[in-house]
């Protein structure tokens, strides 16, 4: 089905290379769909600003980071040898070996050839005329493709908070979602760490086994659930393999992509020594999925407080000192409304000798100096600060392109109070621009690997099923995109999501617009409604097959 015979690759000519596909990031997104639009015969090129593929993956290298999603489903199911050859070695695999896959598969699917690392993506203008798009790289490229794919990730724009001194610190800094790929040495340091979300949650307790001394300053507590890791029992991997398809086929119509163990009951409904057990068990065998306990914990205030208030009843038994328990404890936004974590010994870790907590909220950060962390009422000299401080989330590295659609419109314009998309996929003005996850999607709410191979699945069958018609322009009606954000924002709006100060809802970044940028409808239900799109031909898209596109 190849649209465009592919020019030999020159970098700083002035005519640009022509494909067929250009795809932006070599994350799990990436590659899936490399090798899928391959398999439709498009001439492809991926772009990606690290030196290896893996994404999220690659950056993220933080001392015990890991994925809380278990090893078993957060993989790829599209190749069954794949995923029946591939052993994990623990429950929740670390990064190391989630970076080891990324790169098995890259060989398997032998993807490296159609990747030019090290190169960022720095402008794509779309040209009505030509029904193209222009890329430009920071390494001079300029590439011609008719599909440009956005798999830049969800959480790949890390923050450094705009701290008075920051830069004057005269020891290392470090951000989680920057580091170093030698390692870090922090035995025997003096080590600050700021924040206490996933990433520090992770880090924080790895962290205080090699400092001298750790100080933890925390602006707001979080929820935390033991993930109880351990290693693979190769029972489990055998239950799981002997039913891939099936469980697969089951993830993919759950509310966010994991079998879970859902009791799709009212945690209201049942009296509270069976709730307590039910928490109690749920405890005991770790992760994340706590939140399957009952169905009515993301959207009644009073289910939500009853599950709350025993993780905080949790915390306070794990950590000896009350007066840092009750600091720990979250207490001003409901459970799960900020991204649940998942930890190993992260609250134990305040018992040691060796870990202070800084409650930012009693004593705010003043300034970082030459020397450390000035506080209010407290300065801490320090040998190292690492920053945990996150993301601007499933906005902030398109937004760091250059993108312009038809007529010149800007995405930065069209995004300035909120994302609007249709479907998560495309924009009303932005032709054959698809997103892979992209905000008002399940997203960063799903198992990223199911929600990614449906998109890419869902983008193939639509350039396959253009193909097939002579079709070569694709772009949502402006009224399609005005209907699903007005869904997207009805939906969550019926939650408690919108309550807590999230980077869902942009809140981490000042001047953000608070919007809840996720689809929070549910996995199965948003699949089953991208289908029905897909079944009708394509309902709520403009589809041309010449040289331009009708509004
Ligand atoms: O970032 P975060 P993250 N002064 O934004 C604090 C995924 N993930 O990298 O809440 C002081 O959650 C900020 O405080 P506050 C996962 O989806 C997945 O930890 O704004 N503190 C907060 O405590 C996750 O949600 C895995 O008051 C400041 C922290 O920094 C997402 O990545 C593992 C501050 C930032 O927390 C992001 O997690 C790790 C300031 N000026 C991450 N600015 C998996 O296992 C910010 N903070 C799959």
């Not at 398999?39 to 950056?59: D, F, P, R, S």
Request: hydrophobic content about 35%.
């Amino acid at each position: 089905m190849s649209q465009t015979k592919e020019t030999s690759p020159p970098s700083t000519t002035r005519e640009p290379r022509q494909i067929d596909a250009l795809i932006v990031g070599a994350g799990f997104g990436g590659m899936f769909m490399l090798h899928r639009l391959r398999g439709l015969g498009l001439t492809c090129q991926v772009v990606e600003a690290g030196t290896g593929v893996g994404g999220t993956w690659y950056w993220n290298r933080y001392p015990g980071a890991r994925c809380d999603t278990e090893s078993m489903q957060y993989s790829y199911s599209f190749s069954p040898e794949l995923q029946q050859e591939w052993s994990w070695t623990e429950r929740y695999a670390p990064q190391p070996e989630i970076l080891r896959y990324a790169n098995h598969v890259a060989d398997r699917f032998d993807l490296r050839r159609d990747i030019r690392f090290e190169t960022r993506v720095v402008s794509a203008h779309f040209d009505a005329n030509a029904n193209r798009w222009t890329v430009t790289t920071d390494k001079g490229d300029r590439i011609s493709a008719r599909y440009c794919v956005m798999a830049t990730g969800c959480l790949s724009n890390a923050r450094l908070p705009d701290i008075k001194g920051r830069d004057s610190f005269q020891g290392a800094t470090y951000h989680t979602g920057h580091w170093p790929h030698e390692g870090v040495d922090l035995s025997g340091k003096r080590v600050g760490v700021i924040g206490t979300g996933s990433s520090a949650i992770q880090a924080i307790p790895v962290i205080a086994e090699a400092a001298a001394h750790l100080f933890v300053f925390q602006r707001t507590p979080n929820y935390s659930i033991p993930a109880r890791n351990g290693p693979m029992t190769r029972e489990y991997e055998h239950t799981w393999k002997a039913d891939y398809e099936q469980r697969r086929a089951q993830a993919r119509m759950t509310r966010n992509g994991i079998l879970a163990n859902f009791n799709d009951q009212s945690a209201l409904e049942v009296p509270e020594t069976t709730r307590r057990r039910n928490y109690e068990s749920r405890w005991v065998t770790g992760g994340t999925t706590f939140m399957a306990s009952y169905n009515d914990l993301i959207t009644s205030k009073a289910a939500n407080d009853t599950a709350a208030e025993f993780v905080r009843e949790q915390i306070r038994a794990l950590v000896k000192d009350a007066k840092v328990a009750e600091l720990l404890a979250p207490k001003d936004y409901p459970i799960g409304t900020k991204r649940i974590c998942a930890d190993t010994l992260y609250f134990e870790t305040y018992n040691r000798d060796n870990v202070t907590l800084v409650d930012l909220r009693s004593s705010p950060i003043e300034e970082i100096t030459a020397t450390g962390i000035r506080t209010a009422d407290h300065s801490t000299d320090l040998d190292a600060i690492v920053f945990a401080t996150g993301f601007d989330a499933m906005t902030g590295t398109l937004l760091k392109i250059d993108i312009r659609g038809r007529d010149g419109a800007k995405l930065s314009d069209k995004w300035e109070a909120g994302p609007r998309t249709y479907l998560g996929l495309m924009c009303a003005e932005f032709p054959n621009m698809f997103m892979i996850t992209g905000p008002g999607s399940p997203s960063v709410l799903s198992n990223m690997m199911v929600s990614i191979e449906q998109h890419v699945d869902w983008i193939t069958d639509c350039l396959a099923h253009m193909g097939s018609r002579q079709m070569s322009v694709i772009e949502p009606t402006q009224k399609a995109e005005d209907d699903w954000v007005a869904h997207v924002n009805e939906v969550a709006s019926k939650t408690l999501y919108p309550s807590a100060a999230s980077w869902y809802m942009g809140a981490n970044i000042p001047g953000k617009p608070r919007v809840f940028m996720p689809y929070i409808g549910g996995v199965g239900r948003y699949r089953k409604h991208c289908e029905e799109v897909a079944a009708k031909g394509y309902e709520g898209f403009m589809m041309a097959g010449g040289r331009s596109v009708a509004a």
